[in-house]
């Protein structure tokens, strides 16, 4: 795995220095037991089932950079979002904001400080905001738990995502998907974070109002120099929206390129199958074979590379061995193929 | 398309709901053809009729829904004029249907090949060996490996994507004129999606079928439909060939739809974005729906419902650029 990009581990310093990465995640894995419940195993004799959400990833994110995980469903990319905003602990590895690692950092006053430089936003914008709660209240909530002060109050914070100060008296219910999901990011900016995470923000939303929140989101990032770890299943928002991509694939990332590499040369097979199979607008009547088959079942992956039942280049090799990630100047890649030239 | 090939032709179509508070209209005077072997896309956001004008070709309205007033002609029959009884012998028959979700279209207590030869035997006079055998054909032909065993599995053992596969074989197996594909691939990932698209682009070629495809994915849309229906606060805005719609949109309303789409956008651009959002429907703005939110808007486009779509001047319902059309030719 690419030590060379992971900071040690035992340095946390008071301030960390603007060049090193704001977040580091070091070989993190995340298995969830989906057994049955023991007594059905006694009597049926099946043997437990360890789901492997999360494994073995490693990123790291610059400070004021987007940092963008593409997959599939069931490819873990929510599972990382959550451990990075500590919702979830990790099974193994781990995860550094500003030199803290969230789970193990012995202080707590770090660790508090820590984890009020992390906010999110996620997907459904019905779901995430009380419906008994008045939206200044729901903006100003964060805050509030911190005990930081707003400037200029929940009005500004709505102001700033394009809102009506007047707004903080209503309800949930009186906006639409859209301006919801703007009070959203007006909740997650009211704790003055430095680093969000966004969940799908805007896969709920239609075409026209995805592209105001896009905007707006990118604007705020911008403007107050945040640092977003991205999460999205749609290609064409990660492009839009990050610096650098991860692609994810049964957990574990296969690819990591800066954007524009990424799109113009794909280097991982289920990358290339990934940016073919996404719908393009200027394709009329398209005629370009599928994709061949479907995810395989996570808690029982395939040996080797987990990719290579759908790999066309998949050989003896792959089926056998796990494929290291690679290293170089246009970014990491783990698989067989590349690292043979076969690709 | 002339009138002569259509499979399913309707003609001004209204959808009404009476409320307290007066009378909502979800569809509000909407025509269109399909052909035969021909996939017209419909394509709105939420809220724009888009599901609504499907239910009301296969006559899936719950009361007070109902059509106001309009035809729907599939083949020789008026669908706007049966009675549920008569309809109830043309769903599955005559029209297939394809929803978004394939758990829900799919009883879970029921082994898959039972459900097959079930809707086979409803809708054909045919044997239950017969209905047996094509099932499986049914079943292979919309590439399920293993089909003879897969015939007696339940819907759970399925994935997402076989199980849209075996939904698809279920809407197909009467052989309908029109199949209604409601948002088939969004509940799928982008690579089953593919496979789904293409697949039912291939049926519905092979057999001549018509297809309704209702999506919000204008990328969808690019890739499978041959004409495309956009629709805005349940009034047609534009309708045309699917090259033209997404490649030239005529209609203020497509246009903003086409530049605010990641896709489309070159790499480090800004979105455009349309401001505002969809009325609701009991507050659809006077004159044209799409005045408030549209850059061309004039004094004309307050006062006037938007102009009917004509051949003779052009394929969107939009005053500003009926009028461009017009000093063109006169030019």
Redesign the interface.
């Known amino acids: 795995m690419s030590q060379t990009m992971v900071q040690p581990a035992e340095t946390p310093t008071e301030e960390p220095d603007a060049s090193a990465p704001l977040v580091v995640v070091d070989d993190l894995v995340r298995r969830f037991d989906v057994s049955r419940p023991w007594l059905n195993r006694l009597f049926d004799g099946s043997p437990r089932a360890i789901l492997t959400a999360v494994d073995d990833v490693s990123f790291s994110i610059p400070d004021r950079g987007v940092y963008a995980l593409v997959g599939?469903?069931g490819s873990g990319k929510s599972t990382i979002g959550k451990i990075a905003v500590g919702l979830l602990k990790p099974s193994g590895g781990s995860v550094q904001i500003g030199g803290v690692d969230l789970f193990r950092e012995r202080s707590t006053r770090k660790r508090r400080r820590a984890r009020a430089d992390i906010q999110m936003v996620f997907q459904d914008p019905y779901a995430s905001l009380n419906p008994r709660w008045r939206v200044g209240d729901i903006v100003a909530e964060p805050a509030r738990a911190l005990e930081r002060p707003i400037e200029g109050g929940p009005g500004a914070l709505l102001e700033q995502v394009g809102l009506s100060a007047r707004d903080t008296e209503k309800f949930p219910h009186e906006f639409?998907?859209?301006?919801r999901q703007r009070i959203c990011v007006a909740r997650a900016l009211a704790s003055k974070p430095k680093f969000i995470v966004c969940d799908e923000p805007t896969s709920a939303l239609?075409?026209?109002?995805?592209?105001?929140v896009?905007?707006l989101m990118?604007d705020l990032q911008r403007d107050l120099g945040l640092t977003y770890l991205f999460i999205s299943?749609?290609?064409?928002?990660v492009?839009?929206m990050a610096d650098t991509i991860g692609v994810l694939y049964l957990g574990g990332l296969v690819e990591e390129a800066p954007?524009?590499t990424l799109?113009s040369k794909p280097r991982h097979p289920y990358t290339r199958?990934?940016l073919?199979?996404?719908?393009?607008?200027?394709?009329?009547?398209?005629e370009?074979?599928?994709?061949q088959g479907?995810?395989p079942d996570p808690i029982n992956p395939p040996t080797g590379c987990v990719f290579h039942p759908r790999c066309p280049l998949a050989n003896d090799r792959c089926r056998a061995e796990k494929p290291q990630m690679l290293t170089d100047e246009a970014g990491r890649v783990a698989c067989h193929a590349v690292e043979d030239g076969r690709g | 398309m002339t009138t002569k090939q259509a499979v399913l032709q309707v003609r001004d179509l209204v959808v009404e709901i009476p409320t307290r508070r007066g009378v909502l209209r979800p569809v509000d005077g909407v025509s269109f053809d399909i052909g035969a072997g021909e996939v017209l896309g419909v394509v709105g956001e939420s809220g724009a009729g888009k599901s609504m004008m499907g239910s009301a070709v296969i006559g899936l309205f719950d009361p007070p829904t109902h059509i106001a007033s309009g035809q729907i002609r599939l083949a020789n029959h008026r669908l706007d004029l049966m009675r549920p009884y008569q309809l109830r012998a043309i769903r599955g028959r005559e029209i297939g249907m394809v929803f978004q979700d394939p758990l829900t279209s799919l009883n879970p207590l029921i082994r898959i090949g039972d459900q097959l030869v079930e809707t086979i035997r409803t809708n054909l006079a045919v044997s239950r060996r017969e209905a047996r055998d094509r099932a499986l054909a049914a079943l292979e032909e919309v590439g399920i490996p293993a089909a003879a065993q897969r015939l007696r599995s339940y819907p759970h053992e399925f994935s997402g994507g076989m199980r849209q596969r075996v939904v698809i074989a279920l809407a197909l197996c009467a052989e309908p004129k029109l199949v209604i594909a409601d948002e088939p691939t969004t509940a799928l990932d982008v690579s089953v999606q593919a496979q789904i698209i293409a697949l039912l682009k291939r049926l519905c070629r092979e057999r001549g079928t018509a297809v309704m495809l209702i999506t919000h994915d204008m990328g969808v849309i690019a890739e499978a439909a041959d004409r495309v229906a956009v629709l805005y606060a349940g009034r047609l805005a534009e309708i045309g060939d699917v090259a033209d719609v997404v490649g030239k949109p005529m209609h203020p309303y497509t246009e903003g739809l086409m530049a605010s789409t990641p896709m489309a956008t070159p790499t480090g651009q800004r979105l455009a974005q349309i401001p505002g959002a969809m009325p609701r429907l009991d507050a659809i703005p006077p004159g044209c729906a799409f005045h408030p939110r549209c850059p061309y808007a004039e004094a004309g486009c307050l006062l006037d419902p938007a102009p009917g779509i004509d051949a003779a001047e052009g394929r969107a319902a939009c005053w500003v650029r009926g009028r461009e059309r017009r000093m063109e030719r006169i030019s």
């Open positions: 599939e469903s639409s998907g859209g301006q239609d075409v026209s109002v995805q592209a105001q896009l905007n990118r299943h749609d290609l064409s928002v492009r839009y954007r524009d799109f199958m990934l073919d199979a996404a719908p393009r607008i200027d394709a009329f009547g398209r370009v074979p599928p994709p479907e995810i």
